[in-house]
């Protein structure tokens, strides 16, 4: 952040710093996208020759890139050969506590805010598929969503509400609404033998990474996974536990009423509704706070898809309408919210 009162010179100082960290997560993306830090790490050291061949990749581009990721500090030079500096090994996805997630987020934010200055002037809001206009952005969606999401659901979310001890006991049907890559149903799976799982999504991408990710783990025989619109969905037996993680705020603006009636009728009695979203918080001044900064930016995202996130008050008072009363968890200092209700 500049400071309250900069000089020009500081306010110079401040934006190119920013401008640096927006290239280098750019140029990290390009590493992210086509493997190549996973791919130099297997190698331990390797010439930009010799990388290219080993990652499948053009040559040249890989050359320009590698002196690109050398100049940002990604990676150590030794004569001609290269190998991993300790950015490039936390840039791979597979390193613990990856970073990943912030160079596919830098891309799909530059992308996104290409997209809202085009249609402002029009007011068109594209939906769902803007996500799916840059071919190399989609397939990473799912992993970026699990790295940044998936320790705190397992760490922080499921040993704070009480109700997830309940759903490791009864087992039964876990239903996830635009389930993504299906993390979340794979991380309920692992923890209760007894549970069997439903995801549904918009994007034929997910579903198909969500099979292959749950076959990887041997879930294959208790999750399914299908592609297609929360709308239509039919369950085939009531559910113990609805979850929908961040995709509430994608259906809200059509049909919220509707949508909830569904979610209370398609519960089993005792069974539980489990909405988490991004808090919008109820004054403009909390989007200052750090933590929530990326998520005023994200709104704008939100809105070229025809969504808006919303202050976990609005969902409380949805479940409400339905006859459900429902009880706030907050996390990450209040951006983040758990909202659980109960048939
Ligand atoms: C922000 S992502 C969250 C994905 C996943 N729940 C997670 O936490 O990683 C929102 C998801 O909802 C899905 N989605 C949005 N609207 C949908 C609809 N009408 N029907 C099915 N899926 C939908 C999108 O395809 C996307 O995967």
């Not at 085009?118 to 969503?145: D, H, I, N, Y």
């Not at 922080?156 to 109700?163: F, K, L």
């Not at 995801?199 to 208790?222: K, M, T, V, Y």
């Not at 919220?256 to 009728?265: E, G, K, S, V, Y």
Request: charged fraction near 25%; proline fraction near 6%.
């Amino acid at each position: 952040m500049p400071a309250q009162n900069p000089t020009p010179e500081e306010l110079r100082d401040t934006l190119r710093r920013q401008a640096q960290g927006a290239i280098s997560l750019n140029l990290a993306y390009i590493g992210v996208v086509n493997g190549l830090f996973e791919t130099l790490h297997g190698l331990g050291a390797a010439t930009p020759e010799v990388l290219a061949r080993a990652a499948a990749m053009d040559p040249g581009y890989v050359l320009r890139w590698c002196d690109a990721a050398y100049a940002f500090g990604y990676l150590e030079a030794d004569g001609d050969s290269l190998r991993l500096g300790a950015a490039g090994e936390a840039m791979r996805p597979d390193a613990a506590g990856t970073l990943m997630p912030l160079a596919v987020q830098a891309v799909l934010s530059a992308h996104m805010a290409e997209r809202a200055a085009g249609l402002m002037r029009s007011g068109e809001r594209p939906g769902e598929k803007v996500l799916a206009e840059r071919e190399t952005v989609l397939p990473w969606f799912g992993p970026m969503l699990e790295a940044n999401f998936g320790a705190m659901f397992e760490n922080t979310i499921c040993p704070a509400i009480p109700e997830f001890r309940e759903v490791d006991s009864r087992g039964g049907l876990a239903v996830d609404l635009g389930c993504g890559n299906g993390w979340y149903l794979r991380a309920l799976a692992r923890r209760c033998a007894g549970l069997r799982g439903l995801g549904i999504d918009g994007f034929a991408e997910n579903i198909e990474q969500a099979r292959g990710l749950a076959a990887r783990e041997g879930l294959d025989a208790r999750l399914q996974f299908v592609h297609g619109d929360i709308h239509d969905m039919r369950l085939p037996e009531p559910a113990d536990l609805i979850a929908m993680n961040r995709a509430l705020h994608h259906v809200w603006e059509k049909d919220p009423d509707t949508l909830f009636a569904w979610l209370r009728d398609n519960l089993r009695p005792g069974g539980c509704a489990m909405i988490w979203e991004p808090a919008w918080p109820a004054d403009r001044g909390a989007l200052r706070d750090p933590a929530r900064r990326g998520m005023a930016f994200q709104n704008l995202g939100e809105h070229v898809q025809g969504n808006h996130f919303l202050r976990p008050e609005e969902i409380v008072a949805a479940f409400d309408k339905v006859g459900m009363s429902a009880t706030v968890h907050a996390f990450a200092k209040g951006a983040e919210a758990v909202i659980v209700a109960r048939r």
